[in-house]
C-alpha cells in the first residue's frame, strides 16, 4: 500500500470504524490564568483579529499572550489610578469628609483609567 504525503512526512493515522483520522496534537502550552484585562483580549481577538487568533492557537502561543496582556494591562491600569488619584486630590480625608464625592470621583478616574487601558493594550492589533 502506498504511504500518503502526510505518512512520508511522519505523519501516522487511527482507525476509528471504518475511518482513518490523522494524530494530530497541538502543541502542549502552559496555560497561565488570566483575568478580565485576557479575557476582554480574547473576545477581542475572536471577533475583529480571527486569523490572528487562530494562528496563535495554532503555534501554541494564545495563552502566553493572554497573560502577558492582562499582567501589563492591570499594572498600566493600578498605576493610572494611583497617579490620577494624585493629580486630582482625591485623599481618604476626602472619603471620610464626603464619601459620595469621592466614589463618584474615583468611579470617574477609573472610568477614563479602562478606556485608555483598552484603547493602548486591549483593543489594538
Known sequence: MNKSSFEQNGGSYRTVGDYRIPNITLAAEARKPIGVWGLKRKDYLMRH?????????????LW???????????????QLVEQMKVNEDITKKLKADDQMEWVARMNNIEARAREFVNHKLIFTA
Open 49 to 61: 483579529k480571527r486569523v490572528q487568533f487562530n494562528i496563535m492557537l495554532m503555534n501554541g502561543t
Open 64 to 78: 502566553t499572550h493572554l497573560a502577558e496582556v492582562d499582567e501589563q494591562a492591570s499594572a498600566m491600569f493600578s
